[in-house]
């Protein structure tokens, strides 16, 4: 059976639990069915689901990130419980029936699949929700499906994923790196156009995560923020351009400003997967010896990785420095920050107009305490420079290796053992009939 059609009622509770235990009304969600949100979703129900939904963004997220920045060499995973971290995720031989491959699969379509029953909630709800209520809902909705099928193509690549799982019975067919990202810009655009008739307000709450995002006209930059990136990865730069002018870029702002997932340790909530005190042995995320070597004198975002009381090895893998990123278990987690679109900017600017692009990039090289850049102008020097800043910009987020793969350098990224390769996508699980 495939995955998708396996998401069942259970999903759909597991996932609103985490937030609440009751709907309005009083009914336990531990009997709701799919049709009470499907068949004529309530204004109460609305409420519970949509912060069910970015719950469920969280799920797997230790495992999806782990894996990419496993790929892009930006840190080891050596832990006690599982090596095929530094066995089959390393070396790239990727079993299709194994977590590395049908977690992130799995916990996306969750999402996706949770998404889409509200939707159909909301073609048929007989609440008294205004058409702008509506139309704020369903952006909100789509656009956060987006970025979770944004997450798969990601991962997948040309192996492709199904665009269309609407219908669990009748699933959409597999779409190529191509195909995947035109349907994801398509479903942004249909997004902000909903979002552009929603009003000034929503019929919900967003979670803290999306503060300053919270209202039509906010969410919508982050809308527009989504498709900045989507339009770059399809090497569109003028679509790329005109969506940074939509969204909430600045030059002059603050680069850790954007949206987030949060966390914490009240009730069913959950911690931060990402966070490992520094100096473990059992389980430890240790930045790879490049991010040491590679990076420029003075360069502070080497502040990201701290050095270690004692080097930690596994199989022939060293690592020297722990990966420090979040200095507690409750800290958020980045889903688009400032930083992204300002490099964003300066891509998009690369070839048509270098002195742009060289202004965005002094902004990142002067906050990380480095001197105004000063090499060449040219298309090759300049990605060399936006490929630098990215890796130490947006280090242990889950980029670099999507960035050296859309640029043709994957063969660029070191492999410390003769047996280690750098994979271009990761396989379609096994009981996915492709």
Same mark, same amino acid.
């Given at each position: 059976?495939?995955?998708?059609?396996?998401?069942?009622?259970?999903?759909?509770?597991?996932?609103?639990?985490?937030?609440?235990?009751?709907?309005?009304?009083?009914?336990?969600?531990?009997?709701?069915?799919?049709?009470?949100?499907?068949?004529?979703?309530?204004?109460?129900?609305?409420? &519970?689901?949509?912060?069910?939904?970015?719950?469920?963004?969280?799920?797997?997220?230790?495992?999806?990130?782990?894996?990419?920045?496993?790929?892009?060499?930006?840190?080891?995973?050596?832990?006690?419980?599982?090596?095929?971290?530094?066995?089959?995720?390393?070396?790239?031989?990727?079993?299709?029936?194994?977590?590395?491959?049908?977690?992130?699969?799995?916990?996306?379509?969750?999402?996706?699949?949770?998404?889409?029953?509200?939707?159909?909630?909301?073609?048929?709800?007989?609440?008294?929700?205004?058409?702008?209520?509506?139309?704020?809902?369903?952006?909100?909705?789509?656009?956060?499906?987006?970025?979770?099928?944004?997450?798969?193509?990601?991962?997948?690549?040309?192996?492709?994923?199904?665009?269309?799982?609407?219908?669990?019975?009748?699933?959409?067919?597999?779409?190529?790196?191509?195909?995947?990202?035109?349907?994801?810009?398509?479903?942004?655009?249909?997004?902000?156009?909903?979002?552009?008739?929603?009003?000034?307000?929503?019929?919900?709450?967003?979670?803290?995560?999306?503060?300053?995002?919270?209202?039509? &006209?906010?969410?919508? &930059?982050?809308?527009?923020?989504?498709?900045?990136?989507?339009?770059?990865?399809?090497?569109?730069?003028?679509?790329?351009?005109?969506?940074?002018?939509?969204?909430?870029?600045?030059?002059?702002?603050?680069?850790?400003?954007?949206?987030?997932?949060?966390?914490?340790?009240?009730?069913?909530?959950?911690?931060?997967?990402?966070?490992?005190?520094?100096?473990?042995?059992?389980?430890?995320?240790?930045?790879?010896?490049?991010?040491?070597?590679?990076?420029?004198?003075?360069?502070?975002?080497?502040?990201?990785?701290?050095?270690?009381?004692?080097?930690?090895?596994?199989?022939?893998?060293?690592?020297?420095?722990?990966?420090?990123?979040?200095?507690?278990?409750?800290?958020n987690i980045p889903v688009l920050r400032n930083e992204e679109l300002i490099l964003l900017y300066a891509e998009a600017n690369m070839q048509t107009n270098p002195g742009e692009a060289v202004a965005a990039l002094d902004v990142l090289r002067t906050a990380a305490g480095l001197p105004a850049y000063t090499g060449a102008t040219t298309p090759a020097a300049l990605e060399d420079e936006i490929l630098y800043n990215r890796r130490y910009s947006l280090f242990g987020e889950g980029h670099r290796w999507i960035d050296m793969r859309r640029f043709g350098r994957l063969s660029d990224l070191p492999n410390d053992r003769s047996t280690d390769n750098v994979p271009s996508a990761i396989p379609?699980?096994?009981?996915?009939?492709?």
């Open positions: 059976m495939k995955i998708i059609k396996a998401i069942r009622i259970l999903m759909v509770v597991i996932s609103f639990v985490l937030v609440s235990c009751e709907l309005d009304g009083g009914e336990s969600l531990n009997g709701a069915s799919t049709s009470s949100i499907s068949d004529d979703i309530s204004r109460g129900e609305l409420t &519970q689901a949509v912060s069910g939904v970015l719950s469920d963004m969280r799920v797997g997220l230790s495992t999806h990130n782990d894996v990419k920045s496993i790929f892009g060499r930006e840190y080891y995973y050596f832990t006690s419980s599982d090596p095929r971290y530094e066995g089959d995720v390393v070396v790239g031989n990727l079993d299709n029936n194994t977590f590395y491959v049908t977690t992130p699969w799995g916990a996306r379509y969750a999402t996706v699949k949770n998404i889409n029953l509200i939707l159909e909630g909301l073609d048929n709800t007989t609440a008294d929700f205004s058409a702008a209520e509506i139309a704020g809902a369903r952006g909100v909705l789509n656009t956060l499906k987006a970025y979770e099928l944004l997450m798969l193509s990601d991962n997948q690549h040309d192996n492709g994923i199904r665009v269309d799982v609407s219908d669990s019975e009748n699933l959409g067919a597999f779409l190529d790196r191509s195909a995947a990202l035109s349907s994801i810009a398509e479903l942004l655009d249909s997004a902000a156009g909903e979002l552009g008739s929603a009003g000034d307000s929503f019929a919900f709450g967003l979670s803290s995560g999306y503060s300053g995002f919270d209202t039509p &006209q906010t969410f919508l &930059q982050f809308n527009r923020a989504l498709m900045a990136r989507v339009s770059a990865y399809q090497g569109d730069y003028t679509t790329t351009l005109a969506a940074l002018d939509a969204s909430f870029f600045d030059l002059a702002g603050d680069l850790d400003g954007g949206i987030y997932h949060t966390f914490s340790l009240s009730g069913q909530d959950i911690a931060n997967p990402l966070f490992i005190a520094l100096n473990q042995t059992a389980n430890v995320r240790v930045a790879h010896s490049s991010f040491v070597t590679d990076v420029q004198d003075g360069d502070t975002r080497l502040e990201k990785v701290v050095e270690r009381d004692e080097p930690r090895e596994a199989t022939g893998l060293l690592g020297t420095h722990d990966v420090a990123l979040y200095g507690s278990n409750v800290d379609v699980p096994a009981n996915e009939n492709k």
